[in-house]
């Protein structure tokens, strides 16, 4: 079946201005994920939604970033008034949610970049 | 507070050796989970390994293999017959809890495969 997918795959914006990262997961996960990758640094975790639960938002960096997502499918992630310091890759994971190993699948990553 | 550490930025091996890269983690959680992902420079996340704090044995899928010392809190993972494809940044991971939940990922370790 599809892999995760996000969209747009590249996006260059200037300074101030807001934008929309949007992913589409696995279908029948219920888990959703949103990690943030600057240039040669590892993955920095921003939000998790589970289901119907409240999301796990103890990763977003500022409260310009939020993120929504509609039922068990698409997520959105925007981040206002985007500053320099927020380009960086964003990567979309989702998995089976439940126990046990919970394989995240990632996406291909959307590639921000503030002018 | 949860942490991966991976000492090495760097690593090189010859074709079909193998190699192995470090992974030292920090939870005061009993119950938790360790991955390893690859990268490719075209930037899509691989899962190779995963294991589970309780698992007695070494996980291992086909050439690599998860060296799991619990006292020592590491995980180092080990690829056999390094070929010239694994070339990429390796990821190790942490993730609390044995149910879904956000991946603390190390800075990485990027590996050069000699021919």
């Known amino acids: 079946g599809a892999g995760v997918s996000q969209s747009p795959s590249n996006k260059v914006t200037e300074k101030g201005k807001d934008v929309e990262l949007r992913c589409d997961p696995i279908?029948?996960?219920?888990?959703l994920y949103w990690y943030r990758q600057r240039l040669g640094q590892g993955l920095e975790f921003l939000i998790y939604?589970?289901?119907?639960?409240?999301?796990?938002k103890s990763g977003l960096p500022s409260d310009r970033f939020s993120a929504e997502r509609t039922g068990e499918s698409v997520s959105t992630l925007t981040i206002q008034r985007t500053q320099q310091e927020d380009s960086a890759v964003y990567l979309c994971?989702?998995?089976?949610?439940?126990?046990?190993?919970?394989?995240?699948?990632f996406g291909p990553g959307t590639r921000l970049t503030v002018l | 507070a949860q942490k991966i550490t991976q000492t090495q930025p760097g690593m090189f091996v010859q074709e079909k050796e193998a190699v192995t890269l470090d992974c030292t983690y920090d939870?005061?959680?009993?119950?938790?989970?360790l991955f390893w992902y690859k990268q490719p420079s075209s930037g899509e996340m691989i899962f190779l390994i995963y294991?589970?704090?309780?698992?007695?044995q070494n996980a291992t899928e086909g050439r690599y293999s998860l060296n799991f010392q619990k006292a020592r809190k590491s995980a180092n993972l080990v690829i056999s017959a390094s070929q010239l494809g694994d070339s990429a940044m390796y990821f190790c991971?942490?993730?609390?809890?044995?149910?879904?939940?956000?991946?603390?990922f190390g800075q990485g370790t990027e590996l050069s495969v000699k021919p």
């Open positions: 279908s029948g996960h219920t888990a």
């Open positions: 991971a942490m993730r609390e809890g044995n149910q879904g939940g956000k991946l603390i």
């Open positions: 994971a989702s998995s089976l949610g439940g126990v046990g190993y919970n394989e995240q699948f």
């Open positions: 294991q589970g704090s309780y698992d007695e």
């Open positions: 939604f589970q289901g119907n639960s409240a999301p796990d």
């Open positions: 939870t005061s959680d009993q119950s938790y989970g």
